[in-house]
């Protein structure tokens, strides 16, 4: 973590994930981060993803539980493990025939 440049939290939606927070400095890499939050290509996710908040970094401070922690993550290791859960269940869910139960949505393109 260099830390020096300027940074942001930001949380990654996808149809098909739960929402990553990752920090990045651009959306571009924030979309190569969230990827590997969900543990999938890049080039497969990136088209579909989108913000749904972008803020300044609050290092130290865990986003979903308000605890301080060490780090330079965005949530604290319990909090991630718990979203991390919850995107593992999700892709089951999805494996298991679950895609089509989405709610049906317009296509929303990002361009980077
Ligand atoms: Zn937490």
Not at 47 to 57: H, I, S, V, Y
Request: aromatic letters at 8%; proline letters at 4%; glycine letters at 8%.
């Amino acid at each position: 973590m260099a830390g020096k440049s300027k940074e942001y939290i930001f949380f990654v939606k996808h149809p098909q994930h739960t929402i990553a927070p990752v920090i990045a400095e651009n959306w571009e890499q924030a979309t190569v981060k969230a990827a590997d939050f969900w543990g999938v290509k890049w080039g497969k996710v990136a088209a579909l993803c989108e913000c749904e908040r972008k803020m300044g970094t609050h290092k130290g401070v865990c986003m979903d539980c308000n605890k301080v922690f060490y780090g330079g993550e965005v949530i604290c290791p319990m909090c991630l493990r718990a979203r991390k859960d919850e995107e593992r269940r999700k892709q089951e869910w999805l494996k298991s025939g679950g895609a089509s139960l989405l709610p049906k949505r317009g296509l929303q393109v990002k361009m980077i």
